[in-house]
């Protein structure tokens, strides 16, 4: 596999139970959920999205090696982050940018779980475009984290391919 591949995560069962949970969602503001894994070592990653179209587009247009947010969530040690504070740094990520908003994800706010060589993240997204981020998870941090940790339970088991530190079984002998 090569550097920054990205796959989709979309079992039939898993989009089903992921779109029930979005949708009982009583959080104000949130049209948008994703969560994704990322293989740190290898750059590739696999996500989820509630917005299926923007998740065919991000794919077909292999968005993944320019997107900002990807990127931010990939070489940075934060663990919460706005898409106020990603810098589009190039052509393509702007592009990628506006495709988001295109989609109706004007804003957002992004949390990282990172373990040695494996990140989990979690984007809550809005077509809001005055949202205010930093407020918004001092408002809800409790039900934010529940449903972080919810959605890493739910794709775990499924995810195994993106984790590249592998146990040894190292004979002792």
């Not at 999205?49 to 998740?55: H, I, P, R, Y």
Request: charged share 25%.
């Amino acid at each position: 596999m090569g550097k920054n591949e990205y796959f989709v995560l979309d079992k039939k069962n898993l989009r089903e139970t992921f779109m029930d949970y979005f949708q009982a969602l009583e959080i104000p503001v949130i049209d948008y959920l994703a969560i994704g894994v990322q293989d740190t070592v290898n750059q590739k990653s696999t996500s989820l999205m509630s917005n299926a179209e923007w998740q065919k587009t991000f794919k077909d247009l292999n968005f993944a090696p320019y997107d900002p947010i990807r990127k931010v969530a990939l070489n940075s040690k934060t663990t919460v982050f706005s898409f106020d504070d990603v810098s589009h740094q190039d052509l393509m990520g702007s592009e990628v940018m506006r495709q988001r908003k295109k989609h109706q994800i004007e804003n957002g706010l992004v949390l990282m779980h990172r373990n040695l060589g494996q990140n989990f993240m979690m984007t809550l997204g809005t077509g809001f475009k005055n949202f205010q981020s930093h407020r918004f998870f001092l408002d809800y941090q409790k039900s934010v984290y529940r449903i972080f940790n919810d959605l890493i339970c739910l794709v775990s088991p499924l995810c195994e391919d993106f984790k590249p530190i592998k146990d040894l079984n190292v004979d002792a002998r």
